[in-house]
């Protein structure tokens, strides 16, 4: 079945340090792929998508390109803030489908 | 944000006493979700609809039932709580299926003693 799989954590940076998250995922057909955030005590908020491959989504300074010769979706950041510490979800769903497949979550902590 | 509440937001009971957890939407969203959020499992899916009247099981469904009476409401139930059911209630939205991204409610904390 479908899945997703992402780096295990907890990741600590200092402020202005490059970002990544990995995130692998397996799937039949062309699914979507997300990134969602959840700040402390908060719902997941939508930070990013791509719906095919190639694309590359991206949003406050985050990006990620969907690679489906590699089943990837790695998060990446040029330059980390204190503010971006939070938890970051990989996703997936598919077009003929309802339900949404996640990982379980990488926590962020920035300091400055 | 898209229009989601839940409630209550925290909640404690004990083991053996039902209890309902509600999502409320003003989006007019066909598709609504209940995950449950455990340290590392991240989100897992309980029970989602599809339309009114009109719901399927998740991924951790035993324990669980809901309801859809209404587009704009969808109610978990816990028939009677455990302490394994001890978690983070997430509800979620969405307008169409597949590339559609979901919405998130703010959760309810319920625990059980």
């Known amino acids: 079945g479908d899945s997703v799989t992402q780096m295990e954590g907890p990741v600590t940076l200092s402020e202005e340090a490059f970002l990544t998250i990995n995130c692998t995922y397996t799937?039949?057909?062309?699914?979507?792929l997300f990134w969602y955030v959840q700040y402390p005590g908060e719902g997941l908020q939508l930070l990013l998508k791509?719906?095919?491959?190639?694309d590359k989504g991206s949003n406050k300074g985050f990006e990620a390109t969907y690679r489906k010769e590699t089943t990837s979706f790695h998060l990446e950041k040029g330059s980390v803030q204190v503010s971006d510490s939070a938890v970051y979800f990989c996703?997936?769903?598919?077009?003929?489908?309802?339900?949404?497949?996640f990982g379980t979550g990488t926590s962020l902590t920035v300091i400055p | 944000d898209a229009g989601i509440t839940q409630s209550p937001r925290h909640k404690v009971t004990e083991t053996g006493t039902p209890v309902t957890l509600r999502c409320h939407q003003t989006?007019?969203?066909?598709?609504m979700y209940w995950y449950r959020q455990d340290p590392g499992h991240g989100l897992r899916l309980i029970h989602y609809?599809?339309?009114?009247?009109?719901?399927d099981k998740g991924e951790v469904s035993d324990g669980y039932s809901v309801s859809r009476s209404k587009t704009e409401d969808f109610l978990l139930t816990l028939e009677s709580a455990t302490s394994s059911q001890t978690s983070v209630y997430f509800c979620?939205?969405?307008?169409?299926?597949?590339?559609?991204?979901?919405?998130f409610g703010p959760g309810t904390r319920l625990t059980v003693l």
């Open positions: 979620a939205i969405s307008g169409l299926a597949g590339r559609d991204e979901q919405f």
């Open positions: 799937a039949t057909g062309y699914p979507s």
């Open positions: 791509a719906t095919k491959a190639d």
């Open positions: 996703a997936l769903s598919q077009t003929t489908g309802n339900q949404f497949y």
């Open positions: 989006e007019n969203h066909r598709y």
């Open positions: 609809s599809y339309g009114v009247k009109d719901t």
